[in-house]
């Protein structure tokens, strides 16, 4: 099965002729990592989550489309990573591990204060790991679960 990256930005996905469907699949999805605050008192951002699916989740046949977005990371200050979602089914944020996966973005530093990680609850698929919580000057990050 062949490995397919994707820049920032929406897209879609075919899936391939000669997809065979009793081999194993994954749709996998990072979310961008938050931005971190620097000053004399900085904080770092947080990991984005990672969701997977694969195919005890939802079926995928040739020719069907996978409508994506892939989250950014951002420069601004106080701005959280955005969001990577995946759909098997519509061009919308799925909601169930049968429609496709959603990463969270990690959030941003703050003075002093590293970002915190996105909660698990808060992403889509049936593997989900949240990103390690950003690191402040009163102590390290922690690391993703």
Not at 14 to 27: D, H, I, Q, R
Not at 93 to 102: C, D, F, I, K, R
Not at 106 to 133: F, M
Request: aromatic content about 6%; glycine content about 24%.
């Amino acid at each position: 099965m062949p490995v397919i990256f994707y820049q920032a930005g929406t897209t879609t996905f075919t899936v391939p002729a000669g997809f065979n469907l009793g081999e194993p699949w994954s749709l996998e999805a990072i979310g961008a990592g938050g931005v971190g605050y620097l000053s004399h008192n900085p904080g770092g951002g947080a990991g984005g989550m990672y969701a997977r699916i694969t195919q005890n989740d939802a079926t995928l046949v040739a020719g069907q489309t996978v409508y994506c977005s892939i989250g950014a990371g951002s420069t601004t200050v106080g701005h959280t990573g955005a969001d990577t979602w995946a759909n098997i089914s519509a061009n919308s944020v799925p909601a169930t591990p049968s429609a496709g996966a959603l990463a969270k973005g990690g959030g941003a530093g703050a003075s002093g204060s590293g970002g915190a990680a996105p909660a698990a609850g808060l992403g889509i698929g049936s593997t989900i790991n949240v990103g390690g919580r950003g690191g402040s000057t009163s102590g390290g990050g922690a690391p993703g679960a």
